[in-house]
């Protein structure tokens, strides 16, 4: 008998079904997010009821529990800690046993060869890796220009997700490695790989095995035109941890973030260089992304922003030149468009700069976003640099947000801020007024520190 396919709707953010196309989503409300699937129609019952449950009519429970006081929680069991330090500071300290790790990120960002670097720095066990987009000749010759150690590591090319569990279950390796979710699929289903009925069975499949055996698995999902990961928002809700790889194409560095964790914090990153020989990790950002800084040039100034435990600084760049046309431009990258012209609004009104018809660009050094407000200071000093062709002191920093009232704000964690400028070299810091007082300046013996309280006087410091 011919099988009867059945085409629905599913909402690619919460996973929805409707017999019809919408707009928007009555579920979670979003719009434009039902795309079109294909699924096998479930055959008639013959006209039969389904029985209510009675107790008893299940059988007996094949279900293992356990006390939770007889559960071991060793932290030098329960983790894998590899070699790539960054990739075990943005997990928590290593990687989980039975955890699921989605990473996503562009073409072309590193996703396949941070992982295939991955296999290589686990040692003393082997490990497994699935490829549904390439041949296991083609992962041979990558592993050969990284250098990566080849005994330990198991390729498979198959795009079966029951063959595949199958064969995790029949190696049992340290960690299994599927690339990509997206070319995966069940004979069970008789929609396309790919689809969202597809991707979200098999991403369950996957979690079923690595919490069955306590193997972790790392799934790599591709992005779509929005940078958010194709498929159904479930499949990120069920996984234990999602990473990005983010970065410029045009630079080769990357970052590595964090937007769910269930075992670790989500605010560390960890950076690395993009070279020929693969992924190199960065110790130091601030070093790196400081290098080549232009000396004595107006226009720049250095801020620092956290990233979890970590103090990282960036050099921000602004250009102030005079409008051709009626309307000045206003372009921000690396920085908040909103939040650079509410500081632009501020430095005319509070301080008497005056920029309605000066177009400004700014542009934030190396390829990193700066969300954090402590940069508001820093942002403003290079604007008012650059309208007044003089150039911020090289060994100066400046911290502090910027209210509407032209005052400047408190910032947290001031002290790590601090010990970072000063191991690197910097001689001066303007920071809040307001945060001093709680600052045992002994232990900066070789930074001046000057506290402002409005942005008048930080202007005065340059």
């Known amino acids: 008998m011919k099988e009867k396919l059945k085409t629905i709707y599913v909402c690619t953010n919460c996973g929805e079904t409707s017999p019809r196309w919408l707009g928007r989503c009555p579920s979670c409300g979003q719009w434009n997010t039902l795309v079109e699937d294909v699924i096998k129609e479930e055959p008639a019952t013959g006209g039969k009821k389904a029985q209510p449950w009675s107790p008893g009519a299940s059988g007996p429970s094949t279900a293992v529990a356990k006390r939770l006081a007889d559960i071991d929680t060793n932290e030098e069991k329960s983790r894998i800690v590899t070699s790539i330090k960054e990739l075990d500071r943005v997990l928590g300290g290593g990687i989980v046993l039975g955890s699921v790790v989605l990473l996503g990120g562009e073409p072309g960002a590193g996703k396949s060869t941070m992982l295939l670097q991955l296999c290589g720095a686990i040692t003393g066990s082997q490990v497994l890796y699935v490829t549904g987009e390439e041949s296991t000749r083609q992962i041979k010759l990558r592993a050969k220009r990284l250098n990566v150690p080849e005994d330990t590591i198991l390729v498979a090319a198959e795009s079966n997700i029951d063959e595949i569990v199958a064969l995790i279950e029949e190696t049992k390796p340290s960690f299994a490695v599927i690339d990509s979710i997206q070319t995966m699929y069940t004979p069970t289903l008789s929609s396309s790989a790919g689809s969202v009925s597809q991707v979200k069975e098999c991403a369950a499949r996957l979690l079923a095995v690595a919490k069955g055996l306590e193997i972790p698995v790392f799934i790599v999902g591709h992005v779509n035109k929005d940078g958010a990961i194709a498929g159904p928002k479930v499949?990120?809700?069920?996984?234990?941890?999602?990473?990005?790889?983010?970065?410029?194409?045009?630079?080769?560095?990357?970052?590595?973030?964090?937007?769910?964790?269930?075992?670790?914090?989500?605010?560390?990153?960890?950076?690395?260089?993009?070279?020929?020989?693969?992924?190199?990790?960065?110790?130091?950002?601030?070093?790196?992304?400081?290098?080549?800084?232009?000396?004595?040039?107006?226009?720049?100034?250095?801020?620092?922003?956290?990233?979890?435990?970590?103090?990282?600084?960036?050099?921000?760049?602004?250009?102030?030149?005079?409008?051709?046309?009626?309307?000045?431009?206003?372009?921000?990258?690396?920085?908040?468009?909103?939040?650079?012209?509410?500081?632009?609004?501020?430095?005319?009104?509070?301080?008497?700069?005056?920029?309605?018809?000066?177009?400004?660009?700014?542009?934030?050094?190396?390829?990193?976003?700066?969300?954090?407000?402590?940069?508001?200071?820093?942002?403003?000093?290079?604007?008012?640099?650059?309208?007044?062709?003089?150039?911020?002191?090289?060994?100066?920093?400046?911290?502090?947000?910027?209210?509407?009232?032209?005052?400047?704000?408190?910032?947290?964690?001031?002290?790590?801020?601090?010990?970072?400028?000063?191991?690197?070299?910097?001689?001066?810091?303007?920071?809040?007024?307001?945060?001093?007082?709680?600052?045992?300046?002994?232990?900066?013996?070789?930074i001046k520190i000057v506290g402002a309280k409005y942005l008048k006087q930080a202007i005065t410091q340059i």
């Open 235 to 446: 499949m990120e809700h069920i996984v234990d941890t999602v990473l990005y790889f983010e970065g410029d194409r045009t630079l080769p560095y990357r970052i590595l973030r964090a937007t769910k964790n269930r075992y670790g914090s989500t605010n560390e990153i960890g950076m690395f260089d993009m070279t020929g020989a693969g992924l190199i990790p960065i110790d130091n950002p601030s070093e790196m992304l400081l290098e080549g800084r232009p000396l004595g040039v107006s226009g720049n100034c250095v801020g620092c922003i956290m990233e979890g435990s970590r103090p990282i600084m960036s050099e921000i760049q602004a250009l102030a030149t005079k409008s051709g046309f009626g309307t000045p431009r206003r372009t921000a990258s690396g920085f908040d468009s909103g939040r650079a012209n509410l500081l632009m609004a501020v430095l005319e009104k509070r301080v008497g700069f005056f920029m309605g018809n000066l177009d400004v660009y700014i542009n934030v050094v190396g390829g990193l976003e700066l969300s954090e407000p402590a940069c508001d200071l820093a942002l403003c000093l290079a604007i008012v640099s650059s309208l007044t062709d003089q150039p911020v002191a090289d060994s100066l920093l400046a911290i502090g947000e910027v209210g509407l009232g032209g005052e400047i704000r408190s910032v947290n964690n001031l002290e790590i801020r601090l010990r970072e400028a000063q191991r690197i070299g910097f001689k001066k810091a303007i920071v809040p007024e307001h945060n001093i007082r709680n600052l045992n300046l002994k232990e900066f013996p070789d």
